[in-house]
């Protein structure tokens, strides 16, 4: 698989302004809460929560917490959650309807009984095959639009020096062909909550960021991963079945079994028994190669900078709804090491984009190319063009996890001295 989204180094020219937007809507109520394992309380990140008989969703953080602004009929027919090996638990109107209210909401391991487990007699590739022929049938065959939260952030070490979100549209055309070539993003909105700082000497931009989620929806690009010519590439290995969403899936792990010119994945994809559909897939970018992963990722740095890459992983997911599945969640995560020649130290950074799918609309109007974001734009720099703080009160959007948000404030104190 080749990745087309690629990193930018450039040096940083100055500090922007900070913008702040914190709202509450009022015609919306705030329903927020954390989802834990129940036996041990680790709170669980990557939790489907969905609201019943609706579009609407979003997912927990890494802390395990969640937050949606509904309206009181969103919220009638309560919420569901769902996670890989943890049974579904559903939350009631009635417990929701109290206020102020924040949920704990425990999920329990699924028990795998015997007479639940399908014993799959081919290979795990022929699985893989089975299930590519099927995408058609298990995937929308409808122009969709789906209201999206998008952010962005970079650490250097464990400081964030970066940190940009926006709500954005996402259209997608039909399954069936599995082409991404018509598909765009649409920036609506969007804030700067850190910036970076002039003592950074190197700033880090990834480059169209916000595409990456049609490039990385490998269920829809027919030229990646999921397609035939690229299945010879890998080994594939059936793993031990797992639950999501109160059904059982076929678990795949992969791994390279030859070395091209460009860097390979590894990684585990789960497919749904009964329908044979895609349900999560998770990749790792062999960085064995430093050349190799390089020439993928970097696409331009300041002379004299080495760059090593450390790691790159994708998390991709789809969400099931009404015998239909949907992309719901891409998560991006870049590691690598940058230091400058004659110089002693060398400083790491992560860089990571992440996409939420927070509503949809079927059949919808398409976005005109020139509102389109593009690919060589960088969503860092193009943001704050956007910003508009009275905009965010309707919109839900992936919450911060708690050591990112204890950064922006204090990044904020620092810049209002």
């Keep these: ?19 702040d937007a914190t709202t509450v809507h009022t015609s919306k109520r705030l329903v927020e809460g954390v ?30 917490f969640f937050s949606l602004k509904l309206t009181e009929r969103e919220l009638g027919g309560g919420l569901k959650f769902s996670h890989m090996g943890y049974a ?46 099927k995408i058609e049938a298990n995937y ?35 399954y069936a062909d599995r082409s991404i070539y018509r598909d765009k993003v649409r920036l609506r909105k969007g804030r700067r909550l850190v910036n970076h700082q002039v003592s950074d000497t190197l ?19 027919g030229e990646e991963l999921l397609a035939y010519d690229q299945l010879d590439f890998y080994d594939f290995t059936l793993g031990v079945p797992a639950m999501l969403d109160n059904r059982m899936q076929h678990v795949i792990y992969f791994k390279p079994r030859v070395k091209l010119d460009y860097a390979l994945f590894s990684g585990v994809i789960h497919i749904d028994q009964e329908q044979e559909s895609f349900s999560r897939v998770e990749l790792n970018l062999d960085v064995s190669d430093p050349l190799a992963a390089s020439a993928l990722l970097l696409h331009r740095k300041p002379a004299g900078l080495r760059f090593k890459p450390l790691g790159v992983s994708f998390l991709i997911s789809y969400r099931r709804q009404d015998g239909c599945n949907y992309l719901n969640y ?35 109007e398409i976005i005109r190319n020139r509102d389109r974001f593009r690919s060589d734009q960088i969503f860092y720099d193009e943001v704050d063009a956007y910003a508009d703080p009275d905009y965010w009160r ?24």
């Design 203 to 221: 700033a880090v931009k990834i480059v169209g960021g916000p595409s990456l989620s049609l490039v990385m929806d490998v269920v829809k690009n």
């Design 394 to 417: 309707d919109y839900n959007i992936l919450e911060p996890t708690e050591s990112l948000e204890n950064a922006v404030d204090r990044l904020r104190k620092r810049n209002t001295r």
């Design 88 to 133: 579904n638990h559903f939350v009631s109107y009635e417990r929701i309807a109290p206020r102020p209210l924040e949920l704990r909401v425990k999920l329990s391991p699924s028990t795998l009984a015997v007479d639940e487990v399908t014993i799959y007699g081919g290979t795990a590739r022929e699985l893989m095959v089975r299930a590519i022929e």
């Design 140 to 174: 929308s065959n409808n122009e969709l639009l789906f209201t999206t939260f998008y952010r962005e952030t970079v650490r250097k070490r464990r400081t964030h020096i970066a940190v940009s979100e926006a709500v954005m549209d996402l259209f997608k055309t039909s």
């Design 35 to 64: 989802v834990v394992h129940a036996e041990t309380g680790e709170p669980l990140q990557h939790v489907a929560v969905e609201v019943a008989g609706s579009n609407i969703g979003t997912v927990t953080n890494a802390d395990g």
């Design 330 to 364: 891409v998560r991006s995560e870049f590691s690598f090491k940058c230091d400058w020649k004659r110089r002693l130290f060398s400083s790491n950074y992560t860089a990571l984009s992440e996409m939420v799918m927070v509503d949809r609309e079927e059949n919808p």
């Design 1 to 19: 698989m080749k990745c087309r989204l690629l990193l930018l180094l450039l040096l940083l020219v100055g500090l922007p302004n900070v913008v």
